[in-house]
């Protein structure tokens, strides 16, 4: 037996909404959001669009017919409700509508031909992000190349798909490609462990420099996403899994490296990079917001940080590819202060950061 509909303030506010010319209340958008998109739904069923259309547009709204189905079941509890009884009869048309049109497959054929002018309307892009990766020889991780051509890894992937699905030989030598770069990734990931090492046990490394937190960041392999990806793929880790690259790079290196694994961690927790949880582990890795960084007033040891200040160490990380995250930018505002960091030889500049490229035609 259907529990009869108790007409609180909220109930009501959500009647009033769907008749039209009412805005639900700010404590009232979260608990009946879902409502909108059945009702999106209902009008994409009664416009003038072809069935064709219908089926894609309601599809962009439930992915499934049962995703659907369990947003109407959502309006049982109304039912006693003439108006809102009236207004789940109708959503109920158009699910079986959806339904439909999702069985005979014109769903997917839709969507199929929607990816199919995205790739075509950037292919000309597409086939420059994916040519350039192809002839890039700066690195061999996945990182150092989107941050130069300015982009976020879902471009890039979207830009992998429209070559894989249209042109099987360039999509030939990316793969030709993806397989040197493992075997190039695989030995530098192992020269970078062993540097680590010997920068941490002795003080200084290969070359002569002093070691410490900036160095370590600069050489650590496991500081962004992409990156640690690539690298516990190429070693067949079973820990790619986890969501954290600070435990990841953990298991990874007790596994891959464990003569070193014990040497790293120690000074990781020595200077506090090691925290896999809370405030010390976002603060780390958090890649930084350069707007935030020169609209925030910074002062250390009673000295202001200009943006002229600014500049010169951001120009100092990104040309000594050190990672920009929070932690590598403050130890080198730390060493800059005291006079620590070489900035004779940086060409000062304002940075920005690209968050995402734009697809052009």
Known sequence: MTKKLKYDEKTQDLIDYLKGGVVLKRDNRERYGWIVGLEKCIDTFDSDVSDYQKGYEIGRIFDTPSTFRSRIKRLDKYENDEFLKDFSEKIKSVYQFFSDEYEKGNVDDARYLMHIKDYLKNYKYCDFIISSYINFNDSSFINVFLDTYGIDKDTFD??????????????????????????????????????????????????????????????????DGPSTNEILTDFGSKYNHLTKNIIRSKYFLEENFPQYSDIIHK???????????????????????????????????????????????????????????????????????????????????????????????
């Open 158 to 223: 979207f830009c992998l798909r429209a070559i894989m699905e249209n042109d099987p030989i360039l999509y030939s030598k990316y793969q030709e490609k993806c397989a040197e770069n493992r075997t190039t990734r695989i030995k530098e990931v192992k020269m970078r462990i062993e540097e680590i090492a010997n920068g941490i046990q002795t003080g200084f490394l290969s070359d002569g420099r002093k070691f410490d937190v900036l160095e370590f960041f600069r050489i650590f392999p496991f500081v």
């Open 267 to 361: 000074y990781m927790a020595q200077n506090k990079i090691n925290n896999g949880s809370g405030k010390t582990f976002l603060d780390t890795y958090r890649r930084l917001d350069i707007g935030e960084i020169y609209r925030t007033r910074h002062i250390i040891n009673g000295r202001e940080i200009t943006d002229e200040d600014k500049d010169k160490v951001l120009s100092y990380l990104k040309e000594n590819n050190i990672p920009l995250i929070s932690m590598a930018y403050s130890a080198a505002v730390n060493k800059y202060i005291n006079g620590e960091l070489n900035c004779s030889k940086v060409k000062a500049k304002r940075l920005t950061i690209n968050n995402g490229q734009t697809l052009i035609p």
